[in-house]
């Protein structure tokens, strides 16, 4: 196994955790999307909130030149957004 598919196996495992973690209000389910060609990774969240729906991007992993790059971003109704979480690796 070379250094991108230890790369991708270990960040799809880490998302893969998290997604095991519960939403804990309403009913919404965490899923991890994967696309190795693109070298992306996402985890989202989808359902409902009571009468609100919930649909967004928890965290984005993206390998680029060989090296990761974490987004995770906090978007608000509003359309507004808080970006929360931006690591680039050495």
């Not at 939403?23 to 992306?40: A, C, H, L």
């Not at 928890?58 to 974490?70: A, F, P």
Request: net charge positive; with cysteine.
């Amino acid at each position: 196994m070379d250094r991108l598919d230890e790369y991708r196996q270990f960040i799809e495992n880490i998302l893969d955790s998290y997604a095991q973690i519960p939403y804990p209000y309403g009913q919404v389910k965490n899923s991890v999307i994967v696309d190795r060609e693109q070298n992306n990774f996402l985890l989202i969240h989808e359902g409902w909130q009571g009468p609100q729906r919930i649909h967004g991007c928890i965290v984005h992993v993206e390998i680029r030149d060989g090296r990761e790059n974490l987004d995770s971003t906090r978007w608000y109704r509003n359309g507004n957004y808080r970006r929360t979480c931006r690591i680039r690796s050495a």
